[in-house]
């Protein structure tokens, strides 16, 4: 047993979850594209906006701060 | 098997900071520019419909229009406050802190004080270093136009340089009281490292006719 579950695996992490998805090539292409929508709209949704105040990219303001 | 667990983190890392860039300089644009467009057309509404009628404010959906032809983007609205949501809306917001502008309808003498994204967010300051001296900054309200003309520029200065929005901004080398224009933003692009500063002063009042003709600085 490893750290985690894929690192026994031959080839990581992204390998261990497409043998681990059902159906055939295609169907795990289909599951595949989701989840890569699904990850980027977490990211853009709520990720993102979360993380963006906490880095000095953005400040526009002159203040006494 | 360490190294590709650890190699598929970095690729993992990369484009996950790849995203972060495509977020935070598109993304967050077409967000705000939706944003900005609905509370423009809502304050165009009201004022067609006679709703926030001459001298009031109606600070809730922003006070007027900044046209600024040099920046070539069009008209950009102005709303009450530069905290981030409000400005992340897409629009220009005038200071209420740390030094409260004066709003040119108040007709005194004073600084009217504004600030605006650089990138991201509508990025309605981008183009604030195309401004130069003598340029017309236009403030378009329900039924006067502001006609400024910029005087001086402040291409790099220290983010607590707080006396840019003084009443009489000295440092842009006028020494007395008058109508003034500020604006704002960070630079160099894409960092916020120090903040760029534009000064206009108030050139006449137009009153808005009935087919509201813009004045001819912006024609």
């Not at chain 1, 292409?29 to 990219?57: K, R, T």
């Not at chain 2, 502008?101 to 981008?126: E, I, Q, V, W, Y």
């Not at chain 2, 007395?176 to 692009?189: E, N, S």
Request: charged share 20%; net charge negative; with cysteine.
């Amino acid at each position: 047993m490893g750290l985690v579950p894929w690192y026994d695996g031959r080839d990581g992490m992204y390998g261990w979850i497409w043998r681990h998805l059902p159906g055939n090539t295609w169907v795990k292409a289909v599951i595949s594209l989701v989840l890569v929508v699904a990850v980027v709209y977490v990211l853009f949704q709520y990720v993102f906006p979360w993380a963006e105040p906490l880095l000095p990219f953005n400040d526009v303001t002159v203040d006494n701060q | 098997m360490a190294v590709s667990f650890f190699g598929e983190l970095l690729i993992t890392a990369g484009l996950v900071l790849g995203l972060f860039v495509v977020y935070s300089l598109w993304w967050t644009n077409v967000v705000a520019d939706r944003a900005a467009g609905k509370q423009a057309d809502e304050v165009r509404e009201d004022w067609a419909h006679g709703r926030g009628g001459p001298g009031v404010l109606d600070t809730h959906n922003g006070i007027g229009f900044l046209h600024v032809p040099s920046m070539r983007n069009g008209e950009v609205l102005v709303e009450k406050g530069t905290s981030s949501e409000i400005l992340n809306d897409g629009v220009a917001g005038y200071y209420t802190d740390p030094v409260k502008a004066t709003l040119p309808m108040s007709g005194k003498n004073g600084n009217f004080s504004l600030a605006a994204h650089r990138d991201g967010h509508g990025a309605k300051f981008h183009n604030i270093d195309k401004i130069g001296k003598g340029d017309p900054i236009v403030f378009e309200t329900k039924d006067k136009w502001y006609v400024y003309k910029v005087y001086g520029t402040l291409p790099e200065t220290s983010k607590f340089n707080v006396k840019v929005l003084s009443e009489v901004p000295e440092e842009s080398g006028r020494k007395k009281p008058g109508h003034y224009i500020t604006l704002t933003t960070c630079t160099p692009v894409y960092t916020s490292t120090y903040r760029y500063v534009v000064w206009g002063e108030l050139e006449r009042v137009e009153k808005v006719d009935a087919d509201r003709t813009p004045p001819k600085e912006l024609r």
